[in-house]
């Protein structure tokens, strides 16, 4: 290599370090102290990308198909190709299959997941790359908290299961769990049916009650109970479902629910993606 071309290799690798180092500036300031909770159009599934003020990434749930990745393009730079945590809340497809492409792509350091069985070719597909990730793997449980950012506060609380659900239907062992920075919260309910629901209302009805709901099942009558919402006593509920969807989710019933006590509600199907920034006292919704 002549001195010409090693001064020209220099100068490439110093503008991409460059780049590189004015991107992180930028995505810091514009983090700004806040945390980043989006709830990504996925169509007829769930996906929730979380962003620290520290810039640490989690998300909850993949999504049916590869669209999530497309979603995270508005959150992410694509000099970014690393994840923190992926959170699956039970192993039907519209809740990780848009992980099989993740972990292909990105470094995913840590996979959470419910105990609950699938023994579908697709959710062997994504155990088989987890295990070519070689992520750190754990199963849910009642009691465990997620440290997302200890310097800045963000916490993700495993409110269920708190047994071994592996003999339980998918819904039923979903992972209920409490996002919190500061004075706002957040509940993620995945597919938890009412039984579930009024349960952890009688284990502890103080630790819902905060600002966000994720209405559970996408909105379906089997979810999202008169005793839960009165629990959480949220200021929004957050309903993901794909447009014209074969189930007709959300359903009248748990609209009019919501409605009966005075839950602005958001929908993925009408609004597309969902965001929600805080710092930690107040939000904004976007």
Known sequence: ??????????????LAFSNLFIWYAVMAQERGGNLTVAFLDVGQGDSIFVETPNGVQAIIDGGPNSKMLNELGRFMSAFDRRVDVIFVTNPDKDHYAGFIDLLK??????VVLSSTKSETETFARFSHEVENEDSKRSLAMRGQRFVLDPEWGVY????????????????????????SFGNVCFILTGDAPVAIEKYLVSLDERSLDCQVLKAGHHGSRTSTSPEFVSAVSPEYAVISSGAGNKYGHPHKETLETLEKFGVKILRTDEKGSVVFKTDGNSFLYK
Do not use: C, Y
Request: proline fraction near 2%; glycine fraction near 4%; avoid cysteine.
């Open 1 to 14: 290599m002549t001195k010409q071309s090693r001064a020209h290799l220099w100068f490439i690798l110093a």
């Open 105 to 110: 792509t990105f470094e995913v350091a840590s």
């Open 156 to 179: 993700l609380d495993i409110l269920f299961p708190d047994r071994d659900v592996s003999g339980l239907s998918s819904n039923d062992g979903s992972i209920i769990s409490r996002l």
